[in-house]
Antibody, heavy 122, light 107 residues
Framework: EVHLLESGGGLVQPGGSLRLSCAAS????????MTWVRQAPGKGLEWVSL????????FYADSVKGRFTISRDDSKNTLYLQMNSLRVEDTAVYYC???????????????WGQGTLVTVSS | DIQMTQSPSSVSAYVGDRVTITCRAS??????LVWFQQQPGKAPKSLIY???SLQSGVPSRFSGSGSGTDFTLTISSLQPEDFATYYC?????????FGQGTKVEIK
């Protein structure tokens, strides 16, 4: 059974930094791309970043580009999101998600973690 | 960026009703669309991928259709556990984008 457990959320001041972690189990972590998606309080879902297996390719939403860095440690089955220069508008629940592959080889989200709350406030 | 627009924003229905939600992309995305369900206070759950393929473990009362710019999610007979918010998301091009959500409420 796929299990994704996020950690590292909390309260941080504007301009500060935080690193989120996502511990994965129940599948061959090295094989799959992984994604971060966030949800501001009372709002919809916003895709943040994706990292393909082997760390070969990364993609970011414009809203976080240059401030956030996605990475993975395959030896620990763990995904990370380093968040720098945090803004009030980055306040959200951050979800880690595993990618599946459809019949054409395109990656899509198939499993989600429970999320970790990041609050940016002074 | 590709904009995803869902309609309606909310729908009220009875248990047993057939419910249809529409998702429109601002440009063609072939069939690279997924549907998610989010129950209150919970993480999203994947329902449909590639516009019409049922994710493993998802009940067969959920179905998806469409290609190009217009897509639908249908719940054939609404069950109490189906009252939730539903999102579509395109994975044809980065940045991936979501619809704004459709809330299915009890009538």
């Amino acid at each position: 059974e796929v299990h994704l457990l996020e950690s590292g959320g909390g309260l941080v001041q504007p301009g500060g930094s935080l690193r989120l972690s996502c511990a994965a189990s129940g599948f061959t972590f090295t094989t799959y791309a992984m994604t971060w998606v966030r949800q501001a309080p009372g709002k919809g879902l916003e895709w943040v970043s994706l990292l393909y297996s082997g760390g070969s390719s990364t993609f970011y939403a414009d809203s976080v580009k240059g401030r956030f860095t996605i990475s993975r440690d395959d030896s620990k089955n763990t995904l990370y999101l380093q968040m720098n220069s945090l803004r009030v508008e980055d306040t959200a629940v951050y979800y880690c998600a595993k990618e599946g592959y459809d019949s054409t080889g395109y990656a899509y989200i198939d499993y989600w973690g429970q999320g970790t709350l990041v609050t940016v406030s002074s | 960026d590709i904009q995803m627009t869902q309609s309606p924003s909310s729908v009220s229905a009875y248990v047993g009703d057939r419910v249809t939600i529409t998702c429109r992309a601002s440009r063609g995305i072939r069939n690279y669309l997924v549907w998610f369900q989010q129950q209150p206070g919970k993480a999203p759950k994947s329902l449909i991928y590639a516009a019409s393929s049922l994710q493993s473990g998802v009940p067969s009362r959920f179905s998806g259709s469409g290609s190009g710019t217009d897509f639908t999610l249908t719940i054939s007979s609404l069950q109490p556990e189906d009252f939730a918010t539903y999102y579509c998301q395109q994975y044809d091009a980065y940045p991936w984008t979501f619809g704004q959500g459709t809330k299915v409420e009890i009538k």
